[in-house]
C-alpha cells in the first residue's frame, strides 16, 4: 500500500477511535486550556489528524511509553489506551494488579474504560517477581476458598467499578459469585446495575446461580454470553433483555432465552448432559424474533450417521431462515450424509466444518477440474500424499455443495487432527 494510503487509513481508524470516546459521558477538556506552555512545539501544532496517523503505526507496548514524553500526548492518549481493557491470559492478568492500581490512585481515568474482560480481584503482582512466583501466587488465589474478601482489595476493586459508568463490554474472568452473594458484592451488583451494558459474559462457578435480576438491568444488551452450567434463568420474562441479537450458551439456556426476543446469531456451547439432543428445546429457537440466521454448534458422536442426520433436520426444520451454518465436528463426518442434507437448506450462504475428517468416498458429479485449493486451515503438518488425499476429497464436496446450493458463497474447513 503507498504511503499517503496508509496513512490515510490508519488515520481514519484513530479517528474513529477518538470518536468513540467523546460521547456525553466521558470526560471533557480542551487541550489548548490545559497546555498553554506546550504551543510553541512544532509536534503540538501539527493537525490533529497527522498525529493520529503517526500513532497508528506504533505497537500496544509503545503508547505507554510515548504518554510519558509530555502532557500533551498524555492527554491525547490516555483515553484510548486506557478504552479497552483485556487482561485475561498471561502477563496481562498477572499485573491486573497493577493496573487496579492506577485505577485507584487515578480515578479519572475510570470514566474512558469502554471493554473490561479480566479478574474482579486481580492477584498480588510484586515488582521484581519471578513470573514462576507470581503464576504460584495466583494458583494460591483459586485454590484457598477465596478467602479474599477481609484484605481490603474486594473494596478497592468495588469503588472502581462504581465509577465505571461507561463500560459497555463486561466480562468478570474470575468465577467469583459476585450475582448470588449480596453480603459480599451488593455494591458490585449496584456497579453493574448502573452500567448501560451492550455486551456481557457470565461465568460464575461453584452452587447454582441465579442470574435473572441482572439481565433485567440490562435492557439494551445485545450480546450475551453464559459459559457455565450453574447459572439458573429463574425468573427471566418475556420483557427482559428485549434487544438481545447474538447469544453464546447451551441449547438448554438459549431454549429458556430466545423465545420472543430478536435473536439472530446463536452459538450453542457443548456440554456433556446435552448429548441427547432434546426436540422441544429447538422448537423453542423457532420462536426467535430475529429469525436466526447465524448457528454453530458442536456435534455429538458425528461418525453416528443416524445422529448427524437427525440434528441437522431438527437445524433446518427449526431455523429455516439460516444463512450461516458453523459444525464443530471434533472427528470424521459421513460425506455421503452432509450431501444429502446440506442441499436441503434454502438460503445457506456460509458453511464452515471445524476440526472435520471425511470419512467414506466422495462420488463426484462433475469432470471439471478445480483451479483452487479449497479453504483449509491444517492443525499438524502432514506429508503430502495425505494433504493431497484430504484437498481432494473437500474439493469435490464442494463442488457438489455449490452445484446444490446456488447461494452458497463461502465454504471453509478445519481439518481434524488425526
Known amino acids: 500500500m503507498p504511503l499517503a494510503s496508509s496513512l490515510l487509513a490508519n488515520t481514519s481508524f484513530w479517528r474513529r477511535k477518538k470518536m468513540e470516546i467523546s460521547d456525553e459521558t466521558a470526560p471533557s477538556t480542551t487541550i489548548a486550556q490545559e497546555f498553554d506552555a506546550q504551543r510553541d512545539s512544532r509536534f503540538v501544532n501539527l493537525p490533529e489528524d497527522v498525529h493520529l496517523a503517526i500513532i497508528a503505526f506504533f505497537d500496544e507496548g509503545s503508547i505507554p511509553r510515548l ?29 491486573s494488579g497493577l493496573l487496579h492500581g492506577t485505577l485507584s490512585a487515578r480515578p479519572d481515568l475510570i470514566p474512558y474504560i469502554y471493554t473490561y474482560h479480566g479478574p474482579i480481584i486481580p492477584p498480588h ?52 459469585r459476585w450475582i448470588d452473594d449480596p453480603a459480599r458484592w451488593d455494591r458490585l451488583q449496584d456497579a453493574v446495575s448502573n452500567m448501560n451494558l451492550d455486551k456481557l459474559v457470565l461465568e460464575i462457578e461453584g452452587f447454582p446461580t441465579y442470574v435473572a435480576p441482572v439481565l433485567r438491568a440490562q435492557p439494551n444488551l445485545t450480546d450475551l454470553t453464559i459459559k457455565h452450567g450453574s447459572i439458573r434463568l429463574g425468573g427471566l420474562v418475556e420483557s427482559d433483555i428485549p434487544k438481545l441479537v447474538s447469544l453464546k450458551s447451551t441449547l438448554g439456556h438459549a431454549a429458556l432465552i430466545v423465545p420472543g426476543r430478536p435473536v439472530e446469531n446463536l452459538h450453542l456451547i457443548w456440554v456433556t448432559s446435552e448429548q441427547r439432543l432434546d426436540e422441544s428445546w429447538f422448537k423453542q429457537l423457532a420462536l426467535s424474533t430475529g429469525p436466526i440466521r447465524e448457528f454453530t454448534m458442536t456435534l455429538h458422536s458425528p461418525s453416528n450417521d443416524d445422529l448427524v442426520r437427525d440434528t441437522l433436520r431438527m437445524i433446518r426444520s ?51 477440474q478445480s483451479t483452487s485449493s479449497p479453504s483449509i486451515a491444517w492443525p499438524t503438518p502432514m506429508d503430502q500424499s495425505q494433504r493431497r488425499e484430504v484437498i481432494n476429497s473437500i474439493v469435490d464436496i464442494n463442488r457438489q455443495f455449490r452445484a446444490a446450493c446456488p447461494g452458497l458463497v463461502d465454504i471453509r474447513w478445519t481439518a481434524y487432527d488425526l
Open 318 to 368: 427449526y431455523l429455516p431462515s439460516m444463512e450461516h451454518l458453523t459444525l464443530k465436528v471434533r472427528g470424521g463426518i459421513s460425506a455421503a450424509v452432509l450431501l444429502e442434507e446440506i442441499p436441503a437448506f434454502q438460503h445457506l450462504r456460509r458453511l464452515h466444518f471445524l476440526e472435520a475428517c471425511l470419512l467414506g468416498s466422495v462420488v463426484s458429479t462433475s469432470t471439471e
Open 67 to 95: 504518554i510519558r514524553t509530555c502532557k500533551y500526548l498524555q492527554h491525547a492518549l490516555e483515553p484510548i489506551l486506557y478504552r479497552h481493557l483485556i487482561l485475561v491470559g498471561g502477563e496481562r492478568y498477572l499485573r
Open 125 to 176: 503482582y510484586v515488582t521484581g517477581s519471578s513470573r514462576q512466583a507470581v503464576i504460584e501466587r495466583a494458583k494460591n488465589l483459586r485454590t484457598r476458598g477465596r478467602n479474599l474478601y477481609d484484605s481490603g482489595r474486594a473494596a478497592r476493586v468495588v469503588g472502581i467499578f462504581l465509577q465505571a459508568v461507561n463500560i459497555r463490554d463486561l466480562y468478570f474472568t474470575d468465577g467469583h
